[in-house]
């Protein structure tokens, strides 16, 4: 039987001044597991994330912790009450402590002794390619080193919960690699759950185990990776969780949705090859045909270039459903 929820989030609505940021959201997230919230600029992410924090109070709804509701029912818990560990876009770091001291202070507040505490954050911090700064303060160290020791310190925490709101943000591809990879292992090993704000929908799908789709304040869907990608919802909903073609039917059953794995060059269908990009590990090919333009993505160099026809084959699609 699956673990009990240790977040849940129920009816959730927050309100600023004047804009309702979150219109009823519920959502629980379960011990080991990490849920991606995705979506555009605006749509609630850091809101929620606030919320669950206890930086800002919910307006209706409440925000349960292992079982003990923190927000919404009754004197709200107290943000340094909350079982958590934060990682946000301004990662607040203490201006006095060197990074190795300030990843140390977890374990310190722990219990554990000094020199036990500061080889446990060494080790964080070399598995994150910063041992080398670990003697230095915030003022000395660069926008995305300061970014990296406040995910060690995060790291340190072991808390029930991770909130993380767009925490790659300033990390340099490697890096970025280096802090999933970190991430996913203390969650296996602590059983820690993880709320991930992130508009970047590859690291969401390569990251999560669910992905919650936000439009304006509302779940648009909540499903694995595959499910989202695969079966979206709507239009906006495929969007946002990757390249998408809208092309008609070849065999009339209405408009459908194509990923650019979904197709390939050589077949049938005819097109003129619109574009061509060269990405690395693939290539892009835009095809103009008559059922609409579609993306195909196909591995290695460029095999075609662009304004020449072309013949076209569609392997999978997914209908639409109407709104
Ligand atoms: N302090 C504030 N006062 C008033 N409105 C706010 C405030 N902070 C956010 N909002 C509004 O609440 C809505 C949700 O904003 P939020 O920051 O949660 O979105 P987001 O998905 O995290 O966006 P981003 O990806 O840009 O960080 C937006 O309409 C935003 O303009």
New binding site residues.
């Given amino acids: 039987m699956p673990a009990e929820p240790v977040l849940e989030i129920a009816d959730l609505v927050v309100q600023?001044?004047?804009?309702t940021?979150?219109r009823g959201m519920t959502l629980s997230v379960r011990p080991g597991e990490v849920l991606a919230l995705l979506?555009?600029?605006?749509?609630?992410?850091?809101?929620?994330l606030?919320t669950v924090a206890g930086f800002l109070l919910p307006t209706s709804g409440t925000v349960r912790l292992a079982g003990t509701t923190v927000a919404g029912d009754g004197r709200p818990v107290p943000p340094e009450r909350r079982d958590l560990a934060v990682v946000f876009?301004n990662y607040a770091l203490w201006p006095h402590l060197s990074a190795l001291d300030t990843v140390a202070y977890p374990a310190r507040r722990r219990g554990t002794g000094r020199v036990r505490a500061r080889a446990e954050a060494l080790a964080i911090l070399d598995r994150l390619r910063i041992a080398h700064l670990a003697d230095r303060r915030p003022a000395e160290l660069s926008g995305g080193e300061q970014q990296r020791v406040g995910l060690a310190r995060a790291l340190a925490r072991r808390p029930s919960v991770y909130l993380f709101?767009?925490p790659t943000a300033h990390l340099d591809t490697h890096v970025r690699g280096v802090f999933l990879e970190e991430l996913v292992a203390r969650q296996r090993d602590s059983g820690a759950a993880a709320l991930y704000?992130t508009?970047d929908a590859e690291e969401a799908l390569g990251l999560a185990d669910r992905i919650a789709l936000?439009r304006e304040?509302r779940l648009l869907q909540v499903g694995t990776p595959q499910q989202v990608y695969e079966e979206p919802v709507d239009l906006f909903a495929a969007r946002l969780t990757g390249p998408a073609s809208v092309i008609d039917d070849p065999d009339g059953a209405g408009t459908v949705l194509v990923r650019p794995g979904w197709a390939r060059l050589g077949g049938p269908l005819q097109a003129e090859l619109r574009g061509v990009w060269f990405r690395g590990p693939h290539s892009d090919y835009l095809l103009e045909s008559s059922l609409g333009n579609v993306l195909i993505r196909e591995p290695g160099p460029p095999r075609h270039a662009a304004g020449t026809p072309v013949g076209w084959a569609l392997d999978r699609r997914w209908a639409l459903a109407e709104r």
Avoid: F, I
């Fill in positions: 600023y001044d004047g804009t940021a979150l979506g555009p600029s605006g749509s609630g992410k850091s809101t929620l606030h876009q709101d767009e704000a508009h936000l304040g």
